[in-house]
């Protein structure tokens, strides 16, 4: 019996329903970040429900969950967290303090919402390290009940304290305040600020103009008086408001990273926005001029909402920093929930994650990123099992026994002899979206090359799975591989405002050697993968009722006519983080 069979019309309906969650979620999740529920936002858990709670990704005690910074030994995380409730409302900037970026101690809050400039919010920023080591937080304060927005500052209260627990903000706040030609409203997350050639400081604030995404450019002298720029840095007509954009070099060389204030030669900039508007991450990659002061694309980096995405799940405002402690650029992102109504995130007593932080580089052809777990959590796996040169004919599977299920990390190379009977790919399918194709095809489908792959967070019996895999087609010229975390199968819960996606991205692969390498982290509640050494990431936020702790199964799995080797596998179960930790605990 083929896996996963199932019939045509139970297809088209999973194909109809994923359509309307398109329609009513804006792409991806109902809610924005923005959006406060007065009469919810300070109702505070009465428990904290544990089943779908992450092992090892980053996320407070309880309530609702971006600015990380590498300082004397430390490594900080600041973070948009709700102290009194479970939905977006009486933000603060958490932050927690680690030394591995696995295990966490959570200290006060750094700043909470004070003075007549951050009275009704203390938003998103960055943090950056002025000359002689002093650390310096730039984040966008609300001043008034109509969301308008200014850009302030906070420096730590004593440099000698190894955790930099209190910071004050001081009365010259704040620093820039909109000029009419800037919409009040939509004017947030200053960037890492880096210096040029000129001794000048300069950062990004992400803002909209007549649907014109916008990151304008500020310059200073001495950090403190802030001049805005004749034009932004870069704009894109019809991308609607950019939140959270990020700017850094990547070398043309290697994987090691840079500073973003770095001067050197052979490298490329990347510029990556969160759109408002879809909910999700999208960088190009390209030149900055240095002397003009402007952001141009590559030919190939396409900008706006069919352009290249850091990841194709659920992840967004994401932020990198700069490691210098193991030369390193780290992106990290937040993950929301996708059973989405606030009812739900109050019941549980907690909302929101950090995805893993990841390394990131610059692909050797220069037309992506490439992204991987940082190395530091291979610390936490624990039982080992490994098996090689496993045949998958048409409809098999293996499943992968010997570790917990529900808290793993799977590495996988799979290969095959031929591309012969890889499907033409439709004309038709060429202005969709890679989540739609893998809506239309799915898992299920009878393929030629593929579907294959892996069926996470599985029911015993199936009835719940979500299916991470990779599809060939035969294109004009060549065969693209589409890469696919498919939720729609992954919970029996009965919940119309569930958001689960067929999340899809296709993978710039070279298959003369007829191998594709799937990299998943397994938590519970998460499935965040990494296709091609981590040229496509995918984060899936799923919630099943089935298959949970010992109950969760693993699964390899084939349903195309080509036979697929599974050439080495190996898995681990993973250990739990220490995540909120005391600071009396063995720091």
């Not at 990380?68 to 933000?91: D, E, R, S, T």
């Not at 030609?181 to 803002?207: C, E, V």
């Not at 510029?271 to 402007?294: A, C, E, P, Q, W």
């Amino acid at each position: 019996m083929d896996f996963f069979k199932k019939n045509s019309s139970t297809l088209a309906l999973e194909i109809y329903i994923f359509s309307l969650f398109l329609i009513l979620s804006n792409i991806n999740g109902i809610f924005a970040s923005h959006n406060v529920f007065f009469d919810l936002q300070s109702l505070s858990a009465v428990s904290v429900k544990n089943i779908h709670r992450t092992g090892f990704h980053f996320q407070p005690p309880k309530h609702w969950i971006n600015a990380p910074m590498y300082y004397n030994g430390i490594y900080h995380l600041f973070y948009q967290h709700n102290p009194k409730g479970a939905v977006w409302g009486n933000i603060v900037w958490a932050h927690s303090v680690s030394r591995d970026l696995i295990n966490w101690i959570h200290l006060e809050p750094a700043i909470y919402p004070s003075e007549k400039f951050d009275r009704y919010g203390a938003w998103s920023g960055s943090a950056t390290i002025l000359p002689n080591n002093k650390p310096v937080i730039l984040y966008t304060g609300v001043v008034d009940a109509h969301d308008a927005q200014v850009q302030n500052y906070a420096i730590p209260a004593n440099l000698s304290d190894p955790f930099l627990r209190k910071w004050i903000k001081p009365n010259n706040n704040p620093l820039i305040v909109p000029d009419p030609s800037i919409n009040r409203t939509k004017f947030r997350d200053p960037t890492t600020a880096w210096m040029g050639r000129d001794g000048h400081w300069r950062i990004l604030i992400g803002s909209v103009r007549k649907h014109r995404g916008l990151a304008i450019l500020y310059r200073s002298r001495d950090f403190m008086r802030w001049m805005k720029a004749k034009h932004p840095l870069h704009s894109t007509n019809g991308t609607e408001n950019w939140e959270c954009p990020d700017f850094f070099p990547v070398s043309l060389r290697n994987s090691n990273g840079l500073d973003v204030s770095y001067r050197g030669k052979d490298v490329k900039y990347v510029l990556k926005n969160s759109l408002d508007v879809t909910r999700f991450d999208y960088y190009t990659i390209g030149m900055y001029h240095i002397t003009r002061d402007r952001y141009i694309p590559d030919n190939n980096s396409i900008d706006g909402c069919k352009g290249l995405r850091p990841d194709y799940g659920n992840f967004y405002a994401s932020k990198s920093f700069y490691d210098p402690r193991k030369n390193r650029r780290i992106m990290w992102a937040w993950t929301n929930e996708s059973d989405v109504l606030p009812d739900d995130e109050i019941k549980k007593g907690w909302a929101g994650i950090q995805a893993i932080p990841r390394k990131v580089w610059l692909d050797p052809s220069g037309k992506q990123l490439v992204q991987w777990p940082i190395e530091e959590l291979e610390t936490l796996r624990k039982q080992k099992v490994e098996f090689s040169n496993k045949k998958l004919p048409r409809g098999e599977m293996v499943e992968v026994e010997g570790i917990s299920a529900a808290q793993a990390d799977i590495e996988v190379t799979f290969s095959f002899s031929s591309l012969d009977k890889a499907e033409p790919f439709d004309p038709k399918w060429a202005d969709l979206y890679a989540q739609d194709v893998c809506a239309i095809k799915g898992s299920t489908s009878q393929g030629g090359l593929g579907p294959f792959g892996l069926a996470t967070l599985a029911s015993k019996k199936l009835e719940e799975y979500t299916p991470v895999f990779f599809t060939v087609f035969k294109a004009q010229k060549n065969y693209k591989v589409l890469m696919c975390s498919d939720a729609r199968r992954s919970t029996l819960r009965h919940n119309e405002a569930m958001y689960k996606p067929s999340f899809a991205g296709y993978v710039d692969v070279d298959l003369v050697h007829k191998k594709l390498s799937l990299r998943s982290l397994i938590d519970n509640s998460v499935v965040e993968s990494f296709g091609a050494g981590g040229k496509t990431c995918i984060t899936s936020r799923v919630y099943p009722t089935l298959a949970i702790h010992e109950n969760a199964h693993l699964f390899a799995f084939n349903n195309g006519t080509e036979t697929i080797t599974i050439e080495t596998l190996n898995a681990w179960s993973m250990d739990s983080t220490k995540m909120n930790s005391e600071i009396d605990s063995g720091f």
